[in-house]
């Protein structure tokens, strides 16, 4: 299973074995991380998952979409570059060691 790093604003790390399939959000949610509140359940509508991931490419991630995108310009704390919503971000193998940086709130 890959693993993914939950960083959080206070800069504790969390690593969790994320099923292939399931997202980053649920992988998040199913440990209970602090963090990532996921209002919507993943429907890709409420902000509230918000990430920032490497901007050093070393893990290949899917384009932001274009509802992601409007999205994104409505989280708590302002996007970067390299926020994305972690319920678009599937697991697969690509994704393994993947870290993402958790913002200091969500709402
Ligand atoms: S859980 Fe609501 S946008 Fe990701």
Redesign the pocket.
């Known amino acids: 299973m890959p693993e993914i790093s939950y960083r959080s604003a206070d800069g504790r790390i969390e690593v969790v074995d994320v099923p292939e399939g399931l997202s980053v959000?649920r992988g998040a949610v199913s440990r209970g991380i602090k963090g990532i509140?996921?209002?919507?359940?993943?429907?890709?509508?409420?902000?509230?998952?918000h990430v920032y991931v490497p901007e050093d490419g070393s893990i290949e991630l899917p384009p932001v979409h274009e509802l992601e995108d409007e999205?994104l310009d409505c989280t708590a704390v302002p996007r970067r570059d390299n926020s994305r919503?972690?319920?678009?971000l599937e697991v697969t193998r690509a994704l393994c060691g993947l870290e993402v940086q958790l913002p200091d709130r969500q709402v």
């Open positions: 959000m509140v996921a209002e919507c359940g993943g429907a890709g509508m409420c902000g509230t998952c999205v919503l972690s319920c678009q």
